[in-house]
């Protein structure tokens, strides 16, 4: 993450926000102007920015940025918040609002919330109009009640009534969180809309834990006392990697390998040369008409596009959105041909539909579900999903839905521009998987192949019309 500008300015550089490859906000470490390094940290683990050096500069082309980077704030982290610095919280609700700067500093740490309130406005008496709040270190006055929790007085410098809970992904850190929100719901603030999440997002424990209680069906029967569903080897299931011929078994491996469920991941590494990865990556970066749908929690956090074979025209419709479907352009077969070769099929075999997602940096992502809406019957039979990443690399994890004791619970792979990933047998009934939040700023495009079995109502390739 980039330090902020006016902590260049002052000399000061925050750096390593977190060391983890996600949405963590907060620094852990500074630089200072002596150049030394200080630990940032705070009685409850998180971390405190105490660098008063912050100007009062106003918020240039970048602020606005921060701004609109505010609203897409990852959730469980809070909004004004999300930029990871105090300073940029601040400068980013003074782009937006004056109101939303008190949010902003509200949101924030304490000390974060003393530079929020002081960079952002200067005017503290703006705040929220009509309140006695907001006023912290460096501003004029301190006192009142706060507006939005009952019974807490505002405070000079910190130990600020905020309540913290733990960080939905790193232990020993703290976020702070909002009274009064109902459980589960993303932390925001008055006068900010939602956060943008994907419905399909759905990746903090808390969050997995409560659905889990209110809305998850329990794990289905069991085929015997001994196994989740009936063994390949009566079923005759054939992965991919095993029933494509001599030359093209020693590509594959199974890094998912769940016999008792009948579960397979197949990888295959580099499939695709760079050239070749380069030149359709622009083709289908460029062509595509890629959409953003408004899901019931906003637009979802990627690009994507649903495009089938002639004749079919159902929609995919999931987490609470429908795609229009698109033809196979040209380049569709060309594709097809390099990547389902290797897998062993021949055109007549050739999957019916392809799922497409362009990441535009790391910050795009898609949460944890599992394509197992109808259309593709995964939940009741054995379902393929092929897919194909180019351009960036991102992390893709599995998750059991139903873990027994000790089992590990998430299978991490690494995809590369190029890497064949396959899903096989009653992976989307047993498992979970997604594409997580990380730093990189270089895109990314994936497309999954998939089987249409059950037609929607309508669909002239369906049995009924
Ligand atoms: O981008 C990926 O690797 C996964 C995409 C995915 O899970 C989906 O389109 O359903
Ligand atoms: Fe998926």
């Known amino acids: 993450m980039q330090s902020h500008p006016q902590l260049q300015a ?3 550089r ?20 002596k150049g030394t390094r200080e630990k940032l940290s705070t009685p409850l683990g998180g971390p405190r920015v105490e660098s008063a050096e912050v100007g009062l500069t106003p918020p240039d082309s970048r602020g606005h940025a921060s701004a609109a980077q505010v609203h897409q704030a990852p959730p469980g982290i809070l909004h004004a918040h999300a930029q990871g610095h105090a300073a940029h919280a601040a400068q980013a609700a003074h782009v937006a609002h004056a ?3 008190a949010h902003a500093a509200h949101a924030a740490h304490a000390a974060h919330a003393a530079h929020a309130a002081q960079v952002a406005y200067g005017h503290p008496h703006q705040a929220l109009p009509g309140q006695h709040h907001m006023h912290y270190a460096g501003a004029p006055v301190v006192h009142g009640m706060h507006p939005m929790m009952p019974g807490a007085h505002m405070v000079p410098n910190g130990h600020y009534p905020i309540h913290y809970a733990p960080h939905p992904h790193h232990p020993g850190y703290y976020v702070p969180v909002y009274p009064g929100h109902p459980p589960g719901y993303p932390p925001h603030y008055p006068g900010y809309p939602p956060l ?5 997002d759905k990746d903090s424990d808390e969050d997995r834990k409560k659905r889990k209680e209110r809305e998850e069906p329990p794990p289905p029967t069991k085929f015997d006392d001994d196994h989740w569903e009936e063994p390949r080897s009566r079923t005759k299931l054939k992965l991919l ?12 491996s199974y890094p998912l390998t769940d016999e008792n469920r009948r579960c397979f991941a197949g990888y295959i590494p580099c499939l695709l040369k760079e050239e070749v990865c380069d030149s359709f990556f622009k083709k289908i970066r460029d062509s595509v008409d890629w959409q953003q ?13 649903w495009m089938v074979k002639a004749g079919c025209d159902c929609k995919y419709r999931y987490g609470g959105i429908e795609v229009a479907p698109q033809k196979f352009p040209s380049w569709m077969n060309e594709l097809m041909e390099l990547v389902l070769k290797p897998c062993g099929l021949s055109q007549k075999d050739w999957p019916n539909s392809c799922n497409l997602n362009l990441y535009e940096d790391g910050g795009m992502t898609v949460g944890w579900h599992a394509d197992d809406e109808k259309l593709f019957q995964g939940r009741f039979r054995d379902c393929r999903i092929i897919s194909l990443s180019l351009g960036a690399t991102r992390k893709f994890e599995l998750r059991l839905n139903w873990p027994e004791e000790e089992e590990a619970q998430i299978t991490r792979l690494t995809l590369r521009g190029g890497d064949l990933l396959t899903m096989e047998g009653m992976t989307q009934k047993h498992f979970q998987h997604r594409v997580p939040r990380e730093g990189t700023k270089e895109p990314r495009i994936n497309l999954t192949w998939r089987w249409v079995k059950k037609h929607l109502p309508g669909c002239p390739s369906g049995g009924r019309r």
């Open 293 to 305: 749908p408004e899901g019931p929690l906003g637009q979802i956090p990627r690009k994507t596009c």
């Open 10 to 12: 002052s000399g000061r």
């Open 241 to 252: 990697g095993e029933d494509c011929g001599e030359e093209n078994r020693k590509l594959w």
């Open 99 to 101: 109101a939303h700067a």
């Open 14 to 33: 925050a750096i390593n926000f977190c060391g983890f490859a996600c949405e963590c906000p907060f620094a852990v470490e500074e630089v200072t102007n």
């Open 196 to 200: 943008a999440r994907d419905s399909r």
